[in-house]
């Protein structure tokens, strides 16, 4: 025969251990990329895994040196058919890219800083650091922009990149 506390502390586990799968289904994050482009794409975790992958260094916000791992911005924008290369010219050249954190923290970056045609800086969205994730409060993606003095584009928590043009 079951006691009062012993169907209040059993209810309360089946409560806590709901709570927990829904919040680990929350989890589960993925990336969208839209606005200004011919394919708009909502990336997974598993799916951004998959991408061409590329390494770059750069001194974090501790001051030390680490090695980034992810996906160039700009092989993200290809994936979505995004203005780069022979297009990127005239009134394309207004083109801009927002990223946007889950706290609503955003950056923006001219198209031609993320085009390899225009510039030699790899800017990429990491998903590794020093080779393991990154970790909470940081991923499960973060702009890393190596060549960047101050880090306030380096968005951590990274959930959209929206491709927007300056003339409307």
Known sequence: MMTSSFRIQLSLCILV???VS???DAQTTTLKVEGEVEKPLIIAETDFAKLPRTEVKG????GKEHLFSGVAVSEILKQANATL????RGK???KYLIAKAADGYQAVFALPELDPEFTDQLIIIADKVDG???PKGEGPFRFVV???KKHARWVREVVSIRVVSAIQ
Not at 59 to 62: K, S, T
Not at 85 to 88: D, E, F, I, M
């Open 85 to 88: 290369g022979t297009q990127l």
């Open 92 to 94: 394309n050249l207004t």
């Open 59 to 62: 001194r974090d916000q501790d």
């Open 132 to 134: 393991q994730a990154l």
């Open 22 to 24: 829904g919040f680990a």
């Open 17 to 19: 251990l709901m709570l």
């Open 146 to 148: 190596p060549k960047d």
